[in-house]
């Protein structure tokens, strides 16, 4: 119905000209020009009066046969002009117009105006998973605090506990001055450094000191670029669990074999031929 009424061309050349789109500049080109088409024939676009309320009303009751209200149950029985208890489009139309308003085309309860100047849409109803984002598998991840920093000061706390029960039961002196007419026998670094000292007896002081020790820190820093697996959990850490031990193994055994198997002139001897030359 709404193709056979003319569009107001003024109103669709100007709202082509702002840039909306054809289909709704048509929409509203088409309503305009009803809306001239109304106030020609002089009827009203605005809210109908309490006497024209009443008067549909009136005629409402008079084409249902009856005086009194019609309700939803009883206006099909009251109807009494189509077959079996429908109402007529007459009928329909007369009590359509009596539950409205403003000229049947918004509900008088909800007092909304319908003029030239007012615009009306309906929303859609968008559904809660459209603009809600639920996660139904958990993240592995926590916060930093308190999961991580908690666990790190604790560890931090069994660290320095122990360090302080195996200073107090050792004795570690830092021994008599140094004088270079007296040079021990075997002379050590201390324990930490015991691996860097094995490596200076193989191989030659730049790449014990230098290459080696900076190809493994480079190597620490490229790890995480190498091995990006998520998972917080060791047993899924492959890479990192074989690379780590490789290290411990790696740099335990050196640290062993330089505390516990040289000796005199940093020669490898068996400590239960010669003695354990190590010292705190």
Sequence with gaps: MSDEVEIDQEVYDRLIGEG???????????????????????QSLGPRSAEENAKALEEFRASAGGGGVATKTAAPADAGGAAGGRLTPEQRAA??????????????????????????????????????Q???????????????????????????????IASFFLDAPLGSLANPNEVPAINKAPWYFMGLQELLRYFHPMVAGVTLPGVFVVALLAAPYVDKNPSAHPENRKVANMAFTFFLAFWGLLVIIGSFLRGAGYEFVWPWVEGLGFTL
């Design 20 to 42: 909306k789109n054809e289909r709704i500049a048509r929409a509203k080109a088409k309503a305009a020009a009803v809306r001239k088409s109304k106030i020609a024939e002089g």
């Design 95 to 132: 009590r359509v117009a009596a539950s409205l308003g403003n000229g049947g085309s918004e509900p008088a309860s909800l007092g909304v105006p319908t003029s030239s100047d007012h615009t009306h849409r309906l929303l859609a109803l968008v559904p809660p998973a459209g603009i809600q």
């Design 134 to 164: 639920v996660q139904s598998k958990q993240m592995d991840k926590v916060y930093t605090w308190p999961h991580l920093l908690l666990v790190e000061f604790v560890a931090l706390l069994a660290a320095g506990s122990l360090l302080l």
